[in-house]
T-cell receptor, first 114, second 114 residues
């Protein structure tokens, strides 16, 4: 079975631009979460979606938004990019939201903002 | 609120010697605890997880961790390090508080010398 896939793998943007990152969960998984990993730090939670509804939001500005589609894939959008948005963006999927559920991570999209 | 403290930013061992990566957590609810590994330019791979069953948890590649509630610790160990173990390791806590998101520690870089 395919794991979590993300596209694109790498992206270079300039300040002020907008970016859309995409994630396809493992087949059968209904929950998708997004994390930002700045160089040298652990991942920080951005959003969680379950059954196409936002179920959690981390401490990120409104420039960050996301959505989940009927096939459970997801997009993360970032508007008005800042240099500090340069990071590895990770998507994770799980069967449900239950505490015991394991989140499986994709390889990430590395975003560089110039 | 939940939090994770990884007590060492870097750990250096020789191949064939034991590995100990230390983690303390704080949680208002009964947590699930995870260790993930991240090799350079790769996504996150689950090593093991604790979900209130056995306190000694065995994972992949010979790693294990022991949940000690009285010490609020979840240290990761391996009897004998291999060169391929060199990577960054993240201790992660997940609460069951309405929606479940992962809170990562800052990571411990494991260096293995021949």
């Amino acid at each position: 079975d395919a794991g979590v896939t993300q596209s694109p793998t790498h992206l270079i943007k300039t300040r002020g631009q907008q970016v859309t990152l995409r994630c396809s969960p493992i087949s059968g998984h209904k929950s998708v979460s997004w994390y930002q990993q700045v160089l040298g730090q652990g991942p920080q939670f951005i959003f969680q979606y379950y059954e196409k509804e936002e179920r959690g939001r981390g401490n990120f500005p409104d420039r960050f938004s996301a959505r989940q589609f009927p096939n459970y894939s997801s997009e993360l959008n970032v508007n008005a990019l800042l240099l500090g948005d340069s990071a590895l963006y990770l998507c994770a999927s799980s069967l449900s939201q239950r505490r015991q559920e394991t989140q499986y991570f994709g390889p990430g999209t590395r975003l560089l903002v110039l | 609120a939940q939090s994770v403290t990884q007590l060492d930013s870097h750990v250096s061992v020789s191949e064939g010697t034991p590995v100990l990566l230390r983690c303390n957590y704080s949680s208002s609810y009964s947590p699930s605890l995870f260790w993930y590994v991240q090799h350079p330019n790769k996504g996150l791979q689950l090593l093991l997880k604790y979900t209130s069953a056995a306190t000694l948890v065995k994972g992949i590649n010979g790693f294990e961790a022991e949940f000690k509630k009285s010490e609020t610790s979840f240290h990761l160990t391996k009897p004998s390090a291999h060169m391929s173990d060199a990577a960054e390791y993240f201790c992660v806590v997940k609460e069951d508080s309405g929606y479940s998101t992962l809170t990562f520690g800052k990571g411990t870089m494991l260096l293995v010398s021949p």
